[in-house]
Structures are given as C-alpha cells and as structure tokens.
Nanobody, 125 residues
Framework: QVQLVESGGGLVQAGGSLRLSCAAS????????MGWFRQAPGKEREFIAT????????YYADSVKGRFTISRDNAKNTVYLQMNSLKPEDTAVYYC??????????????????WGQGTQVTVSS
C-alpha cells in the first residue's frame, strides 16, 4: 500500500519557522517528482513547491518563494519543506504529493498521482 505521511505541523508565531516532513512507503519514490500543496479553510488547494527526482531542480509558488525550501532524501524516501518567516496567511493543511515523472511543475491538484493525509500548520499573529 502506497502511503505518504506528513509530520511536523503545529502552532507557531508569525515570523517563526517549521519544518515539515513527508515519509513515503509502499514503493520507491526516488524517480518521482515530490511536492507540497496546502489548503486553507474555505479555499481551494494551492500549489506550494515541487522537487525533481534528484533534488537538482525545484519550483515554487510566488507566495512562498524566498521563504520556503523544498528538499529530499531519497535514501530515506522522505521529502521536506522548510518554512521560514511564516505569516498568518500560511495557515493551512499542508499536503505532500508525488507524481511519477522525474521533474514536474504542474500546479493543479489533479495532476498528481499520490497524496498524503495532510498536517495542520497554524500561524498566529
């Protein structure tokens, strides 16, 4: 059974940092694009970032560029999202995704093959 399991969410003050992790199991994702989306209450799912199979290429939404960093460790089948300078508008459920292509920059949720269950990030003002 293929699973993506996010962790690392929580409550943080504005200006603070969090690091999300996504552990993949059930298959090897080392040849896949991995990424992150988020969904705030009452809003549609929003693309955040993707990273290529090797980690050599990344792509970010303008809303997080310069503040968030995506990375991966293929030996651990894990992808990370380092979030700095957090703002209240970053409050959302954050989802890990995977696409069975080596490098993919699509921003629509239905373009991705696998989804995690999500982890809540709350940024207080």
């Amino acid at each position: 059974q293929v699973q993506l399991v996010e962790s690392g969410g929580g409550l943080v003050q504005a200006g603070g940092s969090l690091r999300l992790s996504c552990a993949a199991s059930g298959r090897t994702f080392s040849s896949d694009t991995m990424g992150w989306f988020r969904q705030a209450p009452g809003k549609e799912r929003e693309f955040i970032a993707t990273i290529s199979w090797s980690g050599g290429s990344t792509y970010y939404a303008d809303s997080v560029k310069g503040r968030f960093t995506i990375s991966r460790d293929n030996a651990k089948n894990t992808v990370y999202l380092q979030m700095n300078s957090l703002k209240p508008e970053d409050t959302a459920v954050y989802y890990c995704v995977a696409k069975t292509i080596k490098y993919y920059t699509a921003t629509r949720p239905h373009d991705y093959d696998y989804w995690g269950q999500g982890t809540q990030v709350t940024v207080s003002s």
